[in-house]
Structure formats: C-alpha cells, structure tokens
C-alpha cells in the first residue's frame, strides 16, 4: 500500500480480482498494464477484491493475491476495497432499478434453457447465447406469485432500457469512440439466483464509486461495456475511459484462466522465482515459453 498524497486526482485505475483462485501469468499482465497506465500518468492505482461470490471466494486466495502483487512489486494505493462490504448498496440499486420496470424476474433453470437454446437457436454474444426474453412477457401478477415460491433471477429489459436512454458511445482509448449496442447481449442477469449481485450491476456501481477514470482491463471484457455504460445512463453515473489491452495465451491461442489451471504465480513465487524481474520481461514483452499476446 502507498500514500495517495501528491498523486493526479483525475486519473484513478484498478485491478479487480476475484478470490476464487490463485493468480496466473495473465493476472500479472493485467495488473502491470493497469498499475503502468496510473503510474505513467501520476494516478492512483487501487486494487478491488472482486468477493460477492461467496460461495467460491476465499480468504487464503485473498491473501495469496496481496503476496502476489507484493512479490511482483505492484503496491496499491489505500486500503483494499472489497466488494463485499457493499452488498447492501448494490441491492438498494436493484430495488430501485426494479421500481422502474426495468428488471423483470426470470425462472428459467439451466436445463430449461438449454433445451430452449436447442429447440430456438440464439444469437451469440460475448456471453454465450443471447437469451431469448421466454420470461419478459410473464403475467405480472402471476411472477408476483412466483416470485415468492420459486428461485429466480432478475435480468434488465435491455429494450425498455434503450428506450429511456437513446443512442449511446463510450470512449476506447485504443480503438477511439465507440457506439453502444447492449441488444447483442440480451436481456443480461444483474441478480442471480445465487448470489446477491451480478458482475454486470457490482462492477458499475463499483467503478462510479471508486472515482474509477480509466477503466484498464482485458480485451475478454471489451464486450461488456456495452451493458457497463446503458447502466451508467440509466443511473445517471459519470462514463469512464476504456482501455482494453491484449490478453496472454498458451500455446495453442487460449487465453490463461484459473479453470485451465494456467500456472499460478503462487508457484512461481514459493519456488523462489524472482517477481519483479518477471514483472520486467513481461513489461518488455517477454515471456516464458508457450506464452504469446493473444
């Protein structure tokens, strides 16, 4: 952790992990361009534990995500921000969002919609398949009923939302601007079944309150901004800039990810590798064998 005394105000980043697993070679990456990006420009650079799912969070990867930054000569500027500790927040957001007719509640089970998705093929997006709104035209008061007996979801009417916002853009600071086009995704979930927030809704309302300027984050994310910045409209919240930056892959052009059991930087580290020189060669472009920019 450092002092955010004498930093530039107007530029704020973050690195927002999840503690669902240990970092890899691709968390570094991320970490590095987003903390360069503050750095390069005098701004703050905070680091946001991504927890709200509890069901697979942990504090021994909490912990193990610190270290890894630590070891890798990445320090943050004031305390850790958990997403966590705002729980209440982002369900104050969705009642209000539910207040106006804009979430409606979907019952559809995994299975349910597998077998939709087989019977009516969807589009897809950056997401999967889009989904095909089997719940949007429900009786109201019929999903008032079920609501109270039966598991759900709450997704956004994404064409109610567009209706009250009208055309959108975002600014991409590689790409330049941007046109907004949430309809590619669909109707997305801002409230699980199982758990208390979504991505899409915690990381909005997260970046508005962390005074986040510039969003630096991974090409895999590009597409979500659509979602990200109809939300910003929608709760009148200020537009950051957007940086997406490349991703690291294997050798056979997949991205690294903690499902694949892509190397951890745990490994590396408790098997006495050298972080910061590490952190180097990623910085010039450097890296271990089979590992490329994708």
């Known amino acids: 952790m450092t002092s955010s005394a004498q930093l530039n105000p107007d530029v704020v980043v973050r690195f927002a992990p999840s503690p669902n697993g240990l970092l890899h070679l691709g968390h570094a990456y991320a970490a590095m361009v987003a903390h360069d990006f503050a750095r390069?420009?005098?701004g703050r650079f905070l680091l946001r534990i991504e927890d709200i799912d509890s069901g697979r969070s942990r504090s021994a990867f909490v912990a193990a995500i610190l270290e890894d930054l630590r070891w890798l000569g990445l320090h943050w500027d004031g305390e850790?921000?958990?997403q966590s500790e705002r729980l209440d927040?982002?369900?104050l957001v969705a009642d209000q969002l539910k207040a106006r007719g804009l979430l409606y509640p979907c019952f559809c089970s995994r299975a349910e919609l597998r077998q939709l998705l087989v019977d009516r093929p969807q589009p897809e997006s950056a997401d999967g398949p889009v989904y095909p709104g089997t719940c949007r035209h429900l009786?109201?008061?019929l999903a008032?009923?079920?609501v109270a007996t039966e598991p759900h979801s709450w997704r956004l009417d994404i064409a109610k939302a567009i209706a009250i916002t009208g055309p959108l853009q975002w600014m991409d600071e590689r790409h330049g601007p941007q046109a907004c086009h949430p309809e590619r995704l669909g109707d997305v979930i801002l409230v699980p079944k199982e758990m208390p927030v979504a991505y899409h809704l915690a990381v909005t309302l997260d970046d508005a309150r962390d005074g986040i300027s510039?969003?630096?984050r991974g090409d895999d994310l590009f597409a979500s901004t659509h979602i990200h910045?109809?939300?910003q409209a929608l709760l009148e919240l200020p537009?950051?800039?957007y940086f997406p930056h490349p991703l690291l892959c294997d050798d056979k052009g997949e991205k690294l990810s903690k499902s694949r059991d892509s190397a951890s930087l745990s490994v590396l580290r408790k098997g006495g590798q050298n972080g910061y020189g590490l952190l180097q060669d990623l910085r010039q472009g450097i890296f271990p064998v089979g590992i490329s920019l994708l």
């Open 229 to 231: 910045r109809l939300l």
């Open 144 to 146: 008032r009923k079920r």
């Open 40 to 42: 390069q420009r005098e």
């Open 139 to 141: 009786d109201p008061e």
């Open 239 to 241: 537009t950051p800039v």
């Open 214 to 216: 510039h969003v630096v």
């Open 80 to 82: 850790v921000i958990f």
């Open 89 to 91: 927040s982002y369900a």
